[in-house]
């Protein structure tokens, strides 16, 4: 038990990867070591690395899973930060303002005090609680160790065939993984279409892509059992309907965020799951405990509620905003408008903002256009082809969202909206924005601009 | 002479490319043949052309002239527009509400009466006034034909040295053609780096780059006179230090509002020779005359002042709004904010707002800030620096001015900053922007993002 306190004030921060540990540096970085000493706790093997980042690493695209370490441990201790690998947190006792942690390989426990406190402990993956789910040759791929595993199994696997469970951004990435390390891939979809962070309409533009690259896509399908071989290992995938032959399986169905440590002492949750916070990134009614990443919820700025978000963009923000704050400084987080931007093979998927079932669940009443146009000028070699779907407030005309899915070009686009989210634009104000044009580059009328002529004629005309 | 009015009000366009044929379009979406006549006035073979498509149909990334034709007399005519080709207007009669065209292969001349006026003329290239600018094998790159012209010169031509006067959009871009087709370039420039649009340091990077591509920059250079040989063509380009042999010369010096019709009848002009209208794209003080275009000054929102901006994407929403309101519906330009984006083979180059010289001409003081990043996530395969500039304001720092050079994925992403500028944010409300991240997009913190922080801190650390 370490109860000695020689130095200033001691940081301890839960979670060893993007916000936690881009909180520990940015604290570092506003006061040295005599004036905060700096403890964290990870329990795995890695930190600061890039989750996002293993398709890539799976599908070959990343030859060394060390490029994705942004930090090592080493660096971080070579900075002044008490980094504990291998080591688990397992109670928080906020009365007396200390953790409990466990060495993972000796299993010796001891309790480390703290005057200011982060947690960062990220987000499970959802397993499915089913038949088989842990046999080997399932993988999830949320971890650098789950990517090695699976790199692994693919290795030790003679058979070609793969069933990908969940078509969200995990799985057409890992669609596209196993495409690329030359699997037969079968996704296996709950939803009517794949990508259901986009509305049906422009996740039909996905599937309908999806299959043209050779994947075959299974949607309006429950996974019901995953059956083993005589060796135990997994030999397909069962849903209501039928079997889907499998030599190997990922699984990529979701993730929540973990906050069982923060639950059990009583910290503010919200209606999913995730630590609530305030603009500071400090726990609600908190003082000194501050949260960011995976296990938090963030504040939608179109919707105006909260929502869980796993994405490590925001992880890293989250983190600097904490540091900033535990430093000394004066940082904020505002929120999110629901930015995400995805590619399988060459096509990219990208929204931002609400989808139309996201906008009738808030109480807003919206017109949706949809346009077809072109990455560059339509003339221009490579020119290829992009829809983009916008959704307009019925009266005010103010942005609610914006999905583009089409090749080369399209996912970034999407930025464009975000940022015209973030400042309250109208579908009419965005008419005249002055983007980037020149032949290689865009139409004279961009996309997201064509599309916001559309919304702002429809706005009119219904009122 | 025509005086006959058996229909409607009639509007009568002055040039038939971008501007005037998007508002005639327009006008006549909104009101049939009935209500309103359209008659429209064009000097030349060809109507809504892209001018911006010249440069990458001479160097041979487009093979067909009449795929950057836009829409074709026949089919305006198709919509009941009157369109007049080869006739040129010589004379504004404001107060009768007329105006004078000659039939430029007759000499005939005829009134045409108007209630409604647009006046598109464009621009005109900038043609030094020199020995020898006239020669054969010197071109402009302004029209369609001068690009036929062009590219009629480079096949009757042997030799393989080309000269560019100017560094600028046109000359870079003609700089790649002809790289393209197989030339030896030289781009002779009178600015002390390529790409005044740029700060010099930016400029830098292009100069560079340039010159890795094997185009010979010469920076800081006049040109004096172009030297022709026995048979009357150009042999060598000769500025205030030597001479730069050429088989062919292609000017690209920037162009100047057409306004010589506007100017003797009398209407209002801008300090950089353009046309003034009102946010309705209206002719200031003249109710029934619009204008738009290259022809127009237009607002620029960062620095509150009139600008000339010859850009195809402007003209075309010049048309829209100006034919919206003569159609009788109600539409605005408010401004710009002074995106653009080019290219000069791979390298990508784009700016937004004020360059530091821009800032301190209008009175504003600014912390510059540069960065170096990459266009993907670090580990990601093609991931190519970025470099990016930003400028904010002193103070409030408010954005004022982003630049980009980079490779792919470089230029559009101007486009973030350019809605930020629009919607007056801040250096540090941009570091919290929501923008589209995975691996193969960007790193975890967008370049712009990276940009703004270091400009936010600037800012807070001058205070």
């Known amino acids: 038990m370490n109860m000695s306190r020689t130095r200033g004030e001691r940081l301890v921060v839960i979670?060893?990867?993007?916000?936690?540990?881009?909180?520990?540096?940015?604290?570092?970085?506003?006061?040295?070591?005599?004036?905060?000493?700096?403890?964290?706790f990870e329990r795995g093997n890695f930190t600061s690395y890039s989750a996002c980042g293993i398709p890539y690493w799976v599908g070959g695209d990343v030859t060394?899973?060390?490029?994705?370490?942004?930090?090592?441990?080493?660096?971080?201790?070579?900075?002044?930060?008490?980094?504990?690998?291998?080591?688990?947190?397992?109670?928080?006792?906020?009365?007396?303002?200390?953790?409990?942690?466990?060495?993972?390989?000796?299993?010796?426990?001891?309790?480390?005090?703290?005057?200011?406190?982060?947690?960062?402990?990220?987000?499970?993956?959802?397993?499915?609680?089913?038949?088989?789910?842990?046999?080997?040759?399932?993988?999830?791929?949320?971890?650098?160790?789950?990517?090695?595993?699976?790199?692994?199994?693919?290795?030790?696997?003679?058979?070609?065939?793969?069933?990908?469970?969940?078509?969200?951004?995990?799985?057409?990435?890992?669609?596209?993984?196993?495409?690329?390390?030359?699997?037969?891939?079968?996704?296996?979809?709950?939803?009517?279409?794949?990508?259901?962070?986009l509305d049906p309409d422009m996740g039909r533009l996905v599937h309908e892509a999806m299959e043209g690259l050779g994947i075959t896509m299974v949607n309006d399908a429950e996974v019901t059992k995953?059956?083993?071989?005589?060796?135990?290992?997994?030999?397909?995938?069962?849903?209501?309907?039928?079997?889907?032959?499998?030599d190997v399986v990922v699984l990529g169905i979701g993730v929540r965020p973990e906050t069982t440590l923060a639950q059990a002492a009583g910290l503010p949750l919200g209606t999913h799951g995730g630590l609530l916070t305030d603009r500071s990134m400090r726990v609600r009614g908190h003082e000194e405990i501050w949260a960011g990443g995976d296990c938090v919820e963030v504040l939608d700025l179109v919707s105006?509620?909260?929502?869980?978000?796993?994405?490590?963009?925001?992880?890293?923000?989250?983190?600097?905003?904490?540091?900033?704050?535990?430093?000394?400084?004066?940082?904020?987080?505002?929120?999110?408008?629901?930015?995400?931007v995805s590619k399988?093979?060459?096509?990219e998927i990208a929204r931002t903002g609400l989808r139309e079932k996201d906008a009738r669940r808030v109480?807003?009443?919206?017109?949706?256009?949809?346009?077809?146009?072109?990455?560059?000028?339509?003339?221009?070699?490579?020119?290829?082809?992009?829809?983009?779907?916008?959704?307009?407030?019925?009266?005010?005309?103010?942005?609610?969202?914006?999905?583009?899915?089409?090749?080369?070009?399209?996912?970034?686009?999407v930025d464009i909206a975000a940022v015209a989210l973030t400042a309250g634009m109208t579908a009419e104000q965005m008419t005249t924005l002055d983007l980037g044009y020149a032949p290689p580059f865009s139409p004279v009328w961009d996309p997201v601009l064509v599309a916001a002529r559309k919304a702002a004629a429809k706005v009119r005309s219904s009122l």
Not at 128 to 157: F, I, K, N, W, Y
Not at 344 to 347: A, E, I, P, T
């Open 64 to 197: 060394d899973r060390d490029r994705l370490i942004a930090r090592t441990p080493e660096e971080h201790r070579a900075r002044d930060i008490d980094l504990r690998l291998r080591t688990e947190v397992t109670e928080l006792d906020l009365a007396r303002q200390r953790v409990r942690a466990r060495d993972v390989d000796s299993g010796a426990e001891s309790w480390t005090p703290y005057d200011k406190l982060v947690i960062a402990t990220g987000a499970r993956p959802i397993r499915p609680d089913m038949p088989g789910a842990d046999a080997p040759g399932v993988h999830g791929v949320q971890t650098l160790d789950d990517g090695q595993e699976l790199l692994d199994s693919l290795a030790r696997t003679r058979g070609r065939r793969a069933v990908v469970v969940g078509a969200g951004y995990i799985g057409v990435e890992m669609a596209e993984a196993l495409i690329n390390r030359g699997y037969q891939v079968t996704v296996v979809n709950r939803g009517s279409e794949p990508m259901s962070t």
């Open 15 to 40: 979670g060893g990867d993007a916000a936690g540990m881009s909180a520990a540096s940015q604290a570092r970085r506003l006061k040295g070591p005599d004036e905060l000493e700096i403890v964290a």
């Open 344 to 347: 399988v093979c060459d096509l």
């Open 304 to 340: 105006g509620q909260e929502r869980h978000i796993a994405l490590g963009t925001h992880a890293n923000k989250h983190g600097q905003v904490i540091g900033t704050n535990v430093g000394g400084g004066y940082a904020t987080f505002p929120g999110v408008v629901g930015t995400a």
């Open 363 to 413: 109480g807003l009443r919206f017109e949706a256009v949809t346009i077809e146009s072109t990455s560059r000028a339509g003339y221009y070699p490579n020119a290829s082809p992009m829809t983009v779907k916008m959704l307009a407030e019925h009266r005010t005309g103010r942005l609610l969202g914006v999905q583009i899915v089409g090749r080369e070009g399209a996912g970034k686009r």
């Open 226 to 246: 995953i059956l083993t071989g005589d060796d135990g290992r997994v030999r397909a995938v069962a849903t209501q309907d039928r079997e889907y032959p499998a």
